[in-house]
């Protein structure tokens, strides 16, 4: 009989391939275990070819539990719901007291606590690990977000840390994140902070496109350079790769035969609708989500533009010339500082969820390990973390000495775009929202003051004074009916 592996993986789709074969790799041997046993000969197959890797594939539940030393560690990668529910139930069978489950897909976080509940009164330890970097990241280097029990991280914290992507300044992409549901949590807003910036490209990409009339070569040109910048990161290189790629079943560009409808699994609703829930801002994020839910529409989108067509209004609506140079360089403030303005409402909702379940997050080492192996790595994460150790309860990122400053120098560019965009019919949300989320949070005075009076005519919620403690109650409709007659 083969001597006991390190840990087992169930689960091999992509993700959960190229996951087990990234800890083969790292020498830590692995059994895995799939449903549909085809993917079990896959992943056997691929270890042999990707360099002998200590890779052992099973095809019943039973031998590849037995076939992992104790305390066995699993880790699952199925879809979320009831297919880990069944994951859970098929494994746990064979499993003993002490023993830990990994769940390592985008679940919701209540479901990891109920769960790990139900472990424990089992005897077992659980996990909820976010996991960022797509198939690309769990081959290579991924961010993980583990929470839950510590005791099980400690057990596994020496793959984790080799697994997961390194960063020669600030170290392997993984924390311990803290207790609960907080691992998905914290890996479910940062889809909502990925969606955020994959809108504010977009935007940029339009404005870019359908304003200064950019070519794909140029767009190309563009967004190269600025990966050379502030905005270093995966996804502004990515887009730069994907404006290089010619449409291999046709003339042209790829990207232009692309249907303008954006699908999504569901973690940006999650983010935007915890945002409402703890009463936390998160406009950039939920203007984010609205765009793909009016990206759908597309019939409908089509019968509008020829209803406006006829009225005069064509996609672009004032056709002026602008200085092609000067544009780039504003879009690309513009886009800096609104992305300032997405991370800072994804770092409060994140802050908000701990206080309320005493979960002690630290802002500035999540901003560490999302600075490789993620989605939104980007090199302005590093800004984010030095400014949560400068400050550990700053109040908000706009308000951090570096970040006020960054701002403050991108402002005009910023509304300038934006100024831009609605002169010329190109809509911005991501953009307008988060200069919207700025002016509103710079002001010491909004027009909260009508709103409360009228809350408070209608519906006696009474107000406070600015020049006075207590709450006050004014029979406005009686005072405004004398002042009529």
Known sequence: MAPPTRIGLAGLAVMGQNLALNIAEKGFPISVYNRTTSKVDETVERAKQEGDLPLFGFHDPESFVQSIQKPRVIIMLVKAGAPVDQTIKTLSAYMEKGDCIIDGGNEWYENTERRE????????????MGVSGGEEGARNGPSLMPGGSFEAYKYIEDILLKVAAQVSDSGPCVTYIGKGGSGNFVKMVHNGIEYGDMQLIAEAYDVLKSVGKLSNEELQSVFSEWNRGELLSFLIEITADIFGIKDDKGEGYLVDKVLDKTGMKGTGKWTVQQAADLSIAAPTIAASLDSR????????????????????????????????????????QALYASKICSYAQGMNLIRAKSIEKGWDLKLGELARIWKGGCIIRAIFLDRIKKAYDRNPDLANLLVDPEFAKEIIDRQSAWRRVVCLAINSGISTPGMSSSLAYFDTYRRERVPANLVQAQRDYFGAHTYERVDMEGSFHTEWFKIAKQLKN
């Open 117 to 128: 509940k139900e472990m424990s009164g089992l005897g077992l330890l659980y996990l909820g």
């Open 293 to 332: 839910f009016l990206s759908g529409l597309k019939e409908e989108r089509v019968e509008a533009a020829k209803v406006f067509k006829s009225g005069g209004f064509g996609d672009v609506l004032t056709d002026q010339t602008v200085d092609k140079a000067k544009l780039i360089d504003d879009v690309r």
